[in-house]
């Protein structure tokens, strides 16, 4: 049995997990890091991993979702509306995201190396279900206000959210699309979908 923490060591110790996973998750990807890759670099016997997570794909998730909300924040604040050219606000939201991604490891594995399907199988329907209904919740007052005022198509948040998010899948897929040709297409899908979107300047 492992031995028994205090409050300060489960502290530090859980801190410990949460940077080791990113680095390691980061690097190696959630099949190829063990359990025991993450306690042989906090220092701690690997039965006392399920202390503080019930499996790896936890700690990954965990992990995720904080750096998610991080890039959340980091993109509104750096992109300030465009009250008076929604379009192009769309636009410029759309292809850092899409740089974002591309730049971002844990991001760029959930759907490569069939990580989503190993975080769906392990973890909790209520959990994943959650992580994908966030992405909504953040455009929500956007695609609210909006809407209200006419500029914005009348289609259900949920769908153009899924749209927003389909495109960044698409930037997982950048052989498939061409490396030749990805850059000039996804600057051109944007613009399209930003234009379809909008119905009209304010």
Known sequence: MPKGFSKRERALIHKALFNQGKLLFGSYGLKKTSIADLTRAVGIAQGSFYTFYNSKEELYFEILENEESKLREKLFLELEPFEDDPSEYLKNLLLRSLEMVENYPLMTQLYLENTMEMLVRKLPDDKVIKHF?????????????????GILREEKPETITALVRSVLILSLHKREIGEEVYSSTMQLLVELLAEGLVLKEK
Do not use: G, M, R
């Open 133 to 149: 209904n966030q992405d909504h919740a953040s455009f929500l007052p956007f695609i609210e206000k909006w809407q209200s005022q």
